[in-house]
């Protein structure tokens, strides 16, 4: 059954909250090439995203004639190492909740959507709803909580009969009136609903009737919805994690972005920003100097007590922490990257954790 359920998640259909899967194994930095043409084909764990040939031109047409030589993935982020000319640069690519969420409503990262509902919503039973950029689901109901309580039918007769749900109350009714008056309901489910009254439709053989009841509904489950867009703050953070099937989302916002000429804008100029003269460490020692601060260290830690962003979902705007932890605080840092030829890369507001910064 698992099986089945995996492959209608990787088809962008359904999913299941028993689906307990993380991936640890992957390092928090990988390399790769990045596709420029192609979205990355999704797996369950393992991914490549092979070289296009337009990286081998002089030119890619969306980064403004930077041509990227190397991509370095780290966490949700891509470094991309570029020359355009005789000078050499490096961008940070990071894909915001709404880029990553457009990935998700494609059926793109199927696994990592999975995991993500599992970890904010528990074991839940839910549907993509692409049009509407959220996932449908019930919550299960609680064990020896049922919240379905018959109470009579149309007739003004008792029952003490309950159940978790419409259908299961009706099925208990069937068992029931099995019992008592011998009458051996072969199949028997909800089929209306109005108010506190509900139908029971029974089948009898080739025959069908059905019996209404009405009963406290208060308690039923009702069908929910959960945004995309605070789905994706988690798939972000599992990815900054090191879940390689949490990145087979941000590295394919990563792609939609370098070949979108509106979206790829920020990083052209964070190129040009970063732009020097080629320089050969090996050859020239004023190359390479050590970063400050170095290399690694976290830096520039921020604090934030309520949710930023326009997002009504408090979880858009917390990276996920209200779900995980009941508060919106959470953190932020600064890290400086050395490429090989000594040049400092800011990665920049970088996701801490929940809480106050360490």
Known sequence: MKKLFLVAILLGLSGCGDNNQNDTSQSDTQTTQLQTT???????????LTASSLMMTPAISPLGGWSITNSTVMGASTLIDTVKDTRVSAAFITPNATQVAEVLKGGVAGVALAIAVDQLLGAVDWVLDPANSQITYKPRPIAGEPSITVLGDFKLREYPVKGSSLNEACKNMKNYIDSSSRTYIIDWQASYVSGAYFRCQMHLGDRSN?????????NEVKEKTHSLEALAEQVISNADAGSS??????????????????????????????????????????????????????????????????????????HGCMAKTGSPIHWHYDVNNQLPDGRCIVKAHNFGGCGVAL
């Open 38 to 48: 192609e979205l990355a084909a999704p797996t369950v764990t393992n991914y490549n």
């Open 210 to 218: 059905y019996w209404r009841f009405f009963g406290d509904l208060s």
């Open 245 to 318: 099937d949490a990145q087979v989302a941000t590295n394919t916002a990563t792609q939609n972005i370098l070949n979108d000429v509106v979206q790829a804008e920020p990083v052209v100029q964070e190129l040009e920003n970063n732009a020097t003269e080629k320089c050969d460490p090996n050859t020239n020692s004023n190359c390479r100097k050590e970063c400050d601060p170095p290399a690694g260290v976290k830096f520039n830690k921020v604090t934030h007590y309520e949710r930023h962003g326009r997002n009504p979902d408090i979880n858009v705007g917390s």
